[in-house]
């Protein structure tokens, strides 16, 4: 039964779908295929933590019901899911920011690792798990009337049996804690996941709550074409933002606009501090060393700070505080005489305008 629901909730993704999805983002149809099953596992039981929390599941009806149909189909044709400013990819943050709290950029971090996919090609998956989950909820609403409390009810009655469709997977809870003028912590659980990517397990139901004092509430984001998403108001602590990020550990490879994976772990922290600081907006500015001509150098910078917001982007930074620009061959920090000195100038910088 739980092996029939997943393929119900995957089935508006053709395999047709698959392959394409897989070619724009240059991976392999099966990480691609993996991804998405994780994915929707994870958006799954996540909603089910909710199940019996009635607003939720009314909120969760309305924004399925409000979903078109063809979504991403849609997505897909017009290469959406490769745009994180998109308004499929915006709508998908926004659910999913709702869903898991503080925790998304861990769920996704775990299942990238699962799968085999990097921050970017996870965001797509978690975006089209999102989806691919309000698709089925909202034909359900159309087909036999569900409402609210048989949501609650079908979440309740399948989340056992999709949990023990992915062996190993462990139920964690994500439900977020809502604020409401007091202050509360949110516990933080990294082990379990770190358990299931050494375990190399199907990790379905994921979800972490950090640790974190209340102050600030985040804003609502609109979803979809019309209504709105009204997030949970779940505060953080603000950290002050120097004038110019520490970015030091963000490389590129040579002639490549694709962050080394030993950029992750910095970029993560930075996207962070970003989401810590909902005002502040800062400039990614691209570099690059002196080898080629200058004019494809000047293309080359700009792509890696695109790439580097779009990195952002998919960590659940509003692409909208995030500015870009190329300088080239431009203000080198290191030698290009020597393969060091060239290295550590394929980078970029970060600079704060607004917070």
């Known amino acids: 039964m739980a092996e029939s629901l997943l393929s119900k ?37 996540a909603l089910a933590q909710k199940s019996t929390d009635r607003a939720a599941m009314q909120q969760t009806i309305d924004v399925a019901s409000r979903t078109p149909t063809d979504t991403i189909a849609t997505a897909v044709s017009t290469g959406q899911f490769t745009d994180p400013a998109s308004p499929v990819m915006s709508s998908a943050r926004s659910f999913l920011s709702w869903l898991f709290g503080t925790g998304s950029g861990a ?10 996919l990097g921050t970017g090609a996870t965001a797509t998956m978690m975006a089209l798990g999102a989806h691919s989950l309000l698709n089925y909820i909202g034909s ?32 964690i809870d994500v439900n977020p804690i809502v604020a409401q003028g007091k202050t509360a912590e949110r516990s933080f659980v ?30 609502s984001r609109p979803v979809g074409t019309s209504g709105t998403l009204t997030l ?82 998919g960590m659940g930074v509003d692409v ?15 030698d290009n005489s020597t393969e060091a000195g060239r290295a550590m100038n394929r980078r970029v910088s970060m600079m704060v305008t607004e917070k």
């Open 9 to 45: 909730l995957t089935s508006s993704i053709q395999p047709i779908t698959i392959a394409q999805i897989a070619a724009h983002l240059g991976v392999p149809e099966r990480a691609v295929f993996r991804g998405l099953e994780l994915s929707t596992g994870a958006v799954f039981g």
């Open 107 to 116: 769920a996704a971090d775990a299942i990238g690792r699962e799968a085999g």
């Open 140 to 171: 359900r609403v159309r087909d036999v009337s569900l409402n609210a409390s048989s949501l609650g009810e079908f979440l309740d009655s399948e989340a056992p049996g999709m949990r023990k469709l992915m062996p190993g997977a462990r139920m």
């Open 190 to 219: 990294p082990w379990v996941i770190a358990a299931v990517i050494a375990a190399a397990l199907a990790v379905g139901w994921l979800g972490l709550r950090n640790n974190s004092q209340v102050t600030e509430p985040l804003p």
């Open 232 to 313: 949970p108001d779940v505060r953080r602590t603000m950290q002050i933002l120097p004038p110019q990020l520490d970015v030091d550990r963000l490389r590129f490879e040579s002639g490549s606009a694709i962050l080394q994976p030993q950029s992750h772990e910095q970029l993560q922290s930075i996207a962070s501090m970003l989401k810590a600081n909902p005002d502040a907006h800062v400039k990614i500015r691209g570099y690059s060393d002196d080898v080629g001509s200058a004019e494809s150098n000047m293309k080359l910078s700009d792509a890696r700070a695109v790439s580097v917001r779009n990195q952002l982007v």
């Open 320 to 334: 909208d505080r995030l500015s870009t620009e190329g300088y080239g061959e431009a203000n080198p920090v290191g």
